[in-house]
């Protein structure tokens, strides 16, 4: 197990975490872990932070898993993380400290809110929050996502705003807001997004666009 650097363990209905895998990769070679679809995992051990050199987690389907333990956010090295249709209702203050994370999924989450610490991410360019029916609003910081290239927010039914500071995310290329049935207005600024090429707000409380969407040359897909 010492040199193993990949591992897949999907839908293998594991009872609990793997945890003997990670005292037994002693030399921490491990860069990719997945576990998708073990449906009775219901917490990812602190031993997890031992896996220094992990660029890859993925917990999708692990529809029981309420909790992960603060030492995730010890793993320098992660750049994805799926945690998409599973029980996790809050996620920890210190996320941002997952300094080259680049790919965060939370579909079909019950998360209310995103720790502030989530804007430190500098090298975040995915945030998908699909059907994460709960959330009420995003962090007023989020202009701070200086790489963001992809927020999809569908279905966020209890989502009443947009935070204006979302306008200086200039990498931005797609703001999907489809089925916000809460969501009645856009940023003023929205003009601001250069480089937006899709902008969905299909089945919204929107009722008319800002004057400066007609500033954003590249977008090639409106709804």
């Given at each position: 197990m010492e040199s193993l650097e990949v591992l897949h363990m999907g839908g293998l209905n594991l009872k609990e975490f793997p945890n003997h895998i990670i005292t037994g990769n002693s030399s921490n070679s491990l860069l990719e872990l997945y576990l998708a679809n073990n449906e009775d995992i219901e917490e990812v051990p602190s031993s997890i932070g031992n896996l220094h050199n992990l660029v890859s987690l993925d917990l999708y389907?692990?529809?029981?898993?309420?909790?992960?333990?603060?030492?995730?956010?010890?793993?320098?090295?992660?750049?994805?993380?799926?945690?998409?249709y599973t029980a996790i209702m809050e996620l920890r203050e210190n996320l941002g400290e997952l300094e080259c994370l680049e790919n965060l999924y939370l579909s079909s989450t019950k998360v209310k809110h995103l720790p502030?610490?989530?804007?430190?991410?500098?090298?975040?360019?995915?945030?998908?929050?699909?059907?994460?029916?709960?959330?009420?609003?995003?962090?007023?910081?989020v202009d701070q996502l200086e790489s963001l290239e992809?927020?999809?927010?569908?279905?966020?039914?209890?989502?009443?705003?947009?935070?204006?500071?979302?306008?200086?995310?200039?990498?931005?290329?797609?703001?999907?807001?489809?089925?916000?049935?809460?969501?009645?207005?856009?940023?003023?600024?929205?003009?601001?997004?250069?480089?937006?090429q899709l902008l969905d707000i299909y089945n919204t409380g929107i009722t008319h666009l800002p004057q400066s969407i007609y500033s954003v040359e590249g977008l090639k897909t409106e709804r």
């Open positions: 389907g692990c529809y029981n898993l309420k909790s992960i333990s603060g030492s995730i956010c010890s793993l320098q090295h992660l750049r994805t993380l799926y945690l998409s502030g610490s989530i804007c430190m991410l500098k090298h975040l360019k995915i945030l998908r929050l699909y059907q994460c029916y709960y959330l009420e609003k995003l962090p007023e910081d992809e927020l999809d927010l569908r279905y966020c039914y209890s989502l009443r705003e947009i935070p204006n500071n979302i306008c200086k995310l200039k990498c931005l290329k797609v703001l999907d807001l489809r089925r916000c049935e809460r969501l009645e207005k856009l940023p003023d600024e929205l003009g601001s997004l250069k480089c937006l």
